[in-house]
């Protein structure tokens, strides 16, 4: 179920990977110049101090725990997003996440390492439980960013990794089959109304309770810094319940689900994937934080753009406001950090010295998508 990063399973890579030489060691890097001490945190989307996977610790109590016994926050916050990736009650990330149309569990995500200036991802990536740790071996192993679908497969494999025939739990084929049903068959060999009967009958199910509304569209994004001021974050995801096979969401792509960098501070998604690729708002909201803004200042200037750019009207409420929530974590380098959404009601998780909470989430927006 885990993956295997050892030296031997590099080579066996073979001659499409980048010769270890050609990559910067971590030594050799300039280190980011800081502002002084700074008191660890760790934040997260609200499933990050919601899922335990049978553990006493949450995502944000394990990577903040790590963190404090001086380990790399790269590999501290994997370890923390890697807990609700095995974990099967968490239906939007990872094994036992929401499928697309055909019923396979395809996985998008990235992660960023300040200090090294360097990330990696893998999108619509299937049968591998945990992609952060592959999107990892993307970044230390390989001199490219992104590996896709059977290409990511196949590099995953090769590193050693178990790959399983599905990722679909009892749960989630339940709620795929249901979702079948519910589809208007007259739309089912039609991709473009496929994908619009599809989302109808997603939200119907999200209306009769079937599914959370977090999990509907639904993911983790966790991001920490150090007392050296070092930040990495990660984003990792089963994407848009029911999509159309090879969709690929904002949480692989560096600047949408995810940026980081070391000099500012860090930022993440979760929510419509789409309107966050439209603005490229996690890098909108590092560039802001670049400006002086307080991470909330910074998210809701990124809500904003979102809320100006979406004109259409079948993203619309019947208030004229953006219908579909969407979500940000940010934390600047300074340690101070903000969890923003289109809409109230949501929370985002933080643990420090004072361990693990829920904290309650700023809104741009007043009411709800459905108006
Ligand atoms: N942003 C993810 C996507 O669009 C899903 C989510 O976070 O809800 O794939």
Redo the contacts with the bound molecule.
Sequence with gaps: MTGKLSRRGFMQVGAGLAASSLLPAAAAQTPAVHTGAVKPVVIASGNGQQYRNGGKLTCVETAFEQIAAGKDVLDAVIAGVNIVELDPEDT?VGYGGLPNADGVVQL?SCCMHGPLRRAGGVAALEGVRTPSKVARAVMNETDHHLLVGAGAQTFARQLGFEIEDDLNTETSRKLWLEWMRRVDPKHFLDPASRAQAGFRAGQSMVRDGLIDPEHF???INCSGINAKADICGVTT?S??AWKIPGRV???PILGA?LYVDNSVGAAG??????A?LYNLTSYLIVENLRRGLHPKDAAMEGLKRIQSNTVEKRLLNSRGLPNFGISFYVLDKQGRHAGVAMYPGGKYAVCDANGGRQVAMDALLEGSPEG
């Design positions: 939007s998008d569209y639904g993911t995801t994407g848009l969401g904002d949480s689900g998604s979760t929510g419509r994937g789409e966050n």
